[in-house]
């Protein structure tokens, strides 16, 4: 379907029917369609609306099928490099509900979707929309215990951060702000051992929230500077 609305609500009406089936084999048989849907290489929106069923089935289904979790998170994170930068975003968005629910799936691919994640807003400017998308899963990513496996050089991360601190939209920078917050306290047994290009990092880190604290007028935005300082 080509207008976003009717995929959003026809992707709604699917998780739903997804949740009330009491047949696993059948649930396994509805994700499998999706999945064969996010191998679709022509039209983007096709794409688009299989990964925002699983995005609403994943936040409500008590329990993702065992013989669909890996196939699931495998699948997704490919859509991760698609053309679209719809279908980038809501696959980000998508992982969210996984870290949260099912952390045991990601616990093996969390070292490497985080060095995707971040190579990916390596190549993104305030321009690409999917930014805020993935910021939030890399911070929710390194706010799990899947992180531990990863070893984060928080002066190469954060300079990626930075546009999207200044951004137009207060989302992106929420989000932004947010993912520096996750990036220092992941990185906090490292911060007493600091080189000199990591503490040059930090003091712009710093005179960066220092000034968003100055300009900025969102309540959860400022308590999000002031979390950071805290840590």
């Known amino acids: 379907m080509v207008v976003a609305p009717i995929r959003e609500t026809c992707a709604q ?3 739903i029917i997804c949740n009330r089936l009491n047949d696993q084999p059948q649930c396994s048989t509805l994700i499998s369609i999706l999945l064969n849907l996010l191998k679709h290489n022509g039209t983007w929106e096709i794409r688009h609306g299989a990964l925002l069923t699983l995005k609403y089935t994943f936040n409500i289904l008590k329990e993702i099928p065992n013989d669909m979790q890996i196939p699931c998170v495998q699948a997704v994170r490919q ?3 698609d ?19 099912y952390e045991s799936v990601v616990l093996d691919c969390a070292p490497g979707l985080i060095g995707e994640l971040i190579s990916l807003l390596d190549s993104m400017d305030d321009l690409n929309s999917a930014a805020s998308s993935i910021m939030n899963l890399l911070a929710k990513l390194l706010a799990s215990n899947s992180a531990e496996k990863f070893k984060l050089s928080f002066a190469q ?12 939209t207060l989302p992106f920078r929420l989000a932004a ?15 007493n051992s600091c080189t000199s290009e990591e503490l040059s990092v930090l003091e ?3 005179c960066l929230l220092y ?3 100055i300009l900025e007028s969102d309540d959860k935005i400022l308590t999000s500077i002031e979390q950071v300082c805290q840590s």
Do not use: G, N, W
């Open 79 to 81: 859509c991760l490099k």
């Open 204 to 206: 712009h880190t710093f």
């Open 83 to 101: 053309e679209s930068d719809d279908v980038v975003a809501t696959a980000a968005a998508t992982l969210l509900p996984v870290v949260t629910h």
């Open 13 to 15: 009406t699917l998780s």
């Open 157 to 168: 991360v954060l300079p990626k951060i930075f546009p999207f601190c200044r951004h137009h």
């Open 211 to 213: 000034e968003r604290s």
């Open 177 to 191: 702000i947010q993912t520096v917050m996750k990036i220092i306290e992941a990185s906090q047994s490292r911060l």
